[in-house]
């Protein structure tokens, strides 16, 4: 079959171009750059245009992994606008083009986050719990609002909420480990919040199943069943490189540099249970953080 991704240069993305054309696929990228080699289609999301877009005719689905680093630097209020901007109107674009098609995707799947919920202690969250509050909770509520427009021109729409996504050569991993194996890693705060994560492998899983299973539809919670608190994240990431996790970071530094990052992303505790894809029989190969980090190779 052959499907489309925005973001196929990405830790996330990449991992999934891989996956399909292993399988046989036909995968055309979306890159934001002249076009350099066949199965390429430039776009420009900021503008709303996507060049070439009769090549997209006949996709089976596409897939929007789209949008900034959340923490490439400070959130003033103009890095804000590019978090927001990066990730609405360019879900915006291409469900505008797909309504356009004369055949449309099956089914067009684009990213969340657990962000959406909000710090909530102790609460366990599902995909009927209520939106949260704060600036994450904000963008991913309109992010979200504009993908399930597709629904209304006969497209599925499956949005996945992703937590932290755990594998080598990226994502909070790549951030951490240096730290870690440097013996400066340890808990942030109290290290008492809640973590919702994913392993890559697993991620990619989700995404597959996302694309062809019609049964999965809306939100979609792409996290392991057993979130952690940071104090075992990070006392577990210590063990599997044989350090300890002996450098706790205080909650007002975290905040004096970060600011209101810190709050939202840093010490928020967001403890989430994928249970539309346990409902759907969805088999997880790394369900403990244990499992996920032993997978991910984090030796020198």
Not at 100 to 126: D, I
Not at 218 to 235: D, L, Q, Y
Not at 249 to 267: H, K, T, Y
Request: glycine share 10%; with cysteine.
């Amino acid at each position: 079959m052959k499907f489309a991704v925005a973001g196929a240069s990405g830790f996330v993305g990449s991992a999934l171009v891989r996956r399909l054309e292993a399988q046989g696929h036909e995968v055309l990228r979306l890159v934001r750059r002249p076009v350099e080699r066949p199965g390429e289609i430039a776009w420009h999301p900021l503008s709303g245009e996507v060049e070439q877009r009769e090549l997209l005719e006949g996709a089976e689905g596409l897939v929007n992994l789209s949008g900034c680093n959340l923490a490439a630097g400070r959130w003033t209020p103009e890095r804000k606008e590019e978090i927001l901007r990066s990730r609405v109107e360019s879900t915006r674009t291409l469900v505008t083009v797909l309504a356009h098609l004369n055949h449309k995707p099956r089914v067009f799947l684009s990213a969340s986050a657990v962000g959406y919920y909000g710090s909530r202690g102790e609460e366990e969250l599902t995909e009927t719990s209520a939106k949260g509050e704060g600036f994450l909770a904000d963008v991913c509520r309109t992010w979200e609002e504009e993908a399930r427009i597709a629904e209304s021109v006969g497209v599925r729409a499956v949005i996945l909420r992703l937590g932290l996504v755990l594998g080598r050569d990226g994502g909070v991993l790549a951030k951490l480990l240096p730290l870690f194996r440097s013996g400066l890693g340890g808990r942030l705060g109290n290290g008492r919040q809640w973590m919702s994560w994913i392993a890559l492998d697993d991620l990619v899983g989700v995404l597959l199943m996302g694309l062809r299973d019609g049964r999965l539809m809306g939100p979609v919670n792409a996290v392991a069943p057993e979130p952690v608190r940071n104090a075992e994240f990070t006392a577990t990431l210590a063990r599997t490189l044989g350090r300890r996790a002996w450098a706790p970071v205080p909650s007002f530094i975290l905040r004096m540099i970060f600011q209101e990052m810190a709050e939202e992303i840093l010490l928020a505790s967001t403890r989430v249970r994928p249970q539309r894809l346990l409902d759907s029989g969805f088999h997880f190969n790394h369900p403990t953080l244990k499992e996920a980090l032993q997978a991910a190779p984090t030796g020198e």
